[in-house]
């Protein structure tokens, strides 16, 4: 299935401190460096690091797949929502988001897949699929957990995005800061689709991916997904309180919404981080030679 599996372990680990240096920038020196253009940039790193990444386990043509996938399902769901009201609810994006494909920025696309690849690779810790050939049910267990994985990062961004930023609006509402609950549970079925599409595509084929055996390798997608994860603390830190409202004119405190923010992220996304860490902590004692 792969020509290289050898983890390109120092490129991935330049693009996360790249991704770093970059959000701190937008967030402490905006004069130099816009959110609206650290977003663009920041998505291309993640993308970088999740075909660079991604590529060691399931070869170039695998982790292409996965993005393609990904960006398919995505720009179909988010086209259908948009138009219908399924799965996300009646919402739509402003001109923040950028050009568009129908509806749906082109944004959206990869975002859903670096997003997604994460969740996927923190699944597979969760799971010990990582570590093992032997999986456990994996046409449900690994897409359904890593669906709800990337959906706590949803959770965080949503009213963010939505109701501070005005990136997206929901027409009517709702009751999570301006975001309606629909979006969530859409959030879970797009990416147990996507997630269940690339368990398929691997069942069919005659090899199995290859197990990277680099600690460093797995510890990757915990420090990226814990570094995502403080972006919400550090916003309810730095963020002055100011009166925000959607457009049903719901009005809340910009300082209650990422407080909010900071303790989703902590008891979800940490949360998560922490057990991965854990799995790849006794995964290391367990396959270390013995004593003598």
């Not at 401190?17 to 977003?39: E, G, I, K, N, Q």
């Not at 390798?217 to 409202?245: H, N």
Request: charged share 10%; with cysteine.
């Amino acid at each position: 299935m792969t020509e290289d599996t050898r983890p390109p372990q120092g490129l991935c680990w330049l693009l996360i401190a790249a991704w770093l240096v970059v959000t701190l920038t937008s967030l402490f020196a905006p004069a130099l460096l816009s959110f609206d253009t650290s977003r663009y940039i920041n998505v291309a790193l993640m993308s970088a690091f999740t075909l660079a990444h991604g590529g060691a386990r399931y070869g170039q043509r695998g982790i292409a797949i996965y993005f393609l996938i990904a960006m398919a399902v995505t720009y179909v769901t988010e086209n259908a929502s948009i138009f219908t009201g399924f799965p996300f609810g009646h919402y739509e994006h402003t001109a923040h988001m950028g050009p568009q494909l129908l509806k749906a920025p082109l944004l959206v696309g990869p975002i859903f897949a670096v997003a997604g690849y994460l969740g996927w690779a923190l699944a597979g810790l969760l799971l010990g699929d990582a570590f093992s050939a032997r999986r456990l049910a994996p046409l449900i267990a690994r897409p359904l957990i890593a669906a709800f994985i990337t959906s706590a990062w949803d959770l965080c961004v949503d009213p963010i995005g939505g109701t501070m930023n005005r990136d997206w609006i929901w027409a009517e509402g709702g009751g999570y800061f301006g975001v309606g609950w629909m979006n969530f549970f859409g959030w879970m079925l797009t990416m147990f689709t996507i997630f269940t599409l690339f368990a398929l595509y691997l069942e069919r084929q005659s090899a199995r991916p290859p197990t990277p055996q680099g600690y460093g390798y797995w510890l990757q997608p915990i420090v990226f997904w814990t570094l995502i994860a403080l972006q919400f603390p550090l916003l309810f830190a730095i963020v002055p309180d100011f009166k925000i409202s959607d457009p049903t004119g719901h009005a809340w405190q910009a300082a209650d919404l990422l407080e909010t923010m900071m303790l989703v992220s902590i008891f979800t996304m940490l949360f998560t981080a922490l057990l991965a860490c854990f799995q790849l902590l006794r995964w290391r004692v367990e396959s270390a030679p013995p004593a003598h």
